[in-house]
């Protein structure tokens, strides 16, 4: 409200959000004339970002909507004009920037963590949508400000189907399931062998039935 903007919560869908205040930074010359061109270095805290990747949104001067809003369309991404931010050393939350530019408002955002890992490492708590979510399946890669991507490690043995991925037929193999299930019967048959219904569980209790809808082949 000092500065006479806004800047909402978050410069768009697949960032975090702002963690950092707002700094305006102005030049002139010594005859009042504004100067905007030109390398300028400053410091800003942010411990919301500490051990995280820090960018910093440059806001030039323009025409404002309703209610003091600016249209985040203007903002600049400054590691896309030349500028930087780094973490200072030794100093936890504290970041450099350095822009090329001035005579704008500067604030920092983090982008959206979309290929985070469990606990166990061993899967993505949401990979592109998919089910299939197994880090052994899947490779996530996060893209800054856009949604992240998602491929299917084919060396494994899986396949993109329906925007999923799934495990080509006959590859199965120990990093799929640590176990086989194979199905015999005990005595002579010479007509053949004809099952009603197969049900398996997911707990050795077998209380919770499994959903055949989500086993691949």
């Known amino acids: 409200q000092t500065l006479g903007r806004r800047y909402g ?14 700094v305006r930074v102005e030049r002139f010359r010594a005859d ?23 960018y910093m949104f440059r806001m030039p001067y323009s025409a ?3 209610d003091a809003l600016y249209d985040l369309t203007q903002a600049v991404r400054l590691d896309t004009e ?6 200072k050393a030794g100093s936890p939350g504290w970041f450099v920037v350095k822009t090329a ?3 704008s408002d500067f604030v920092g955002a983090l982008d959206l963590v979309e290929c985070q890992l469990t606990a ?22 996060e893209v800054v400000g856009a949604a992240a991507t998602c491929a299917c ?34 005595d002579r048959l010479d007509y053949g062998l004809r099952l009603k219904e197969i049900q ?12 055949f809808s989500q086993a691949c082949a």
């Open 32 to 54: 009042g004339a504004r100067v905007t061109d030109g390398d300028f270095e400053f410091e800003i805290y942010a411990p919301a970002a500490t051990g995280r990747d820090l």
């Open 153 to 186: 490690k084919e060396a494994n043995g899986y396949m993109m189907q329906a925007g999923n991925c799934v495990i080509k037929p006959r590859t199965y193999g120990s990093f799929v399931q640590p176990y086989f299930l194979r199905l015999t019967h005990g």
């Open 82 to 87: 030349g500028g930087s931010v780094t973490a």
């Open 101 to 103: 530019k001035v005579n």
């Open 200 to 211: 398996l569980y997911e707990d050795a209790s077998c209380q919770r039935l499994g959903q």
């Open 64 to 66: 404002l909507g309703a």
């Open 120 to 141: 166990d490492g061993l899967n993505y708590v949401s990979a592109c949508g998919g089910t299939e979510t197994r880090v052994a399946a899947v490779t996530c890669t």
């Open 9 to 22: 919560t978050t410069p768009g869908a697949q960032w975090q959000g702002w963690v950092t205040d707002v």
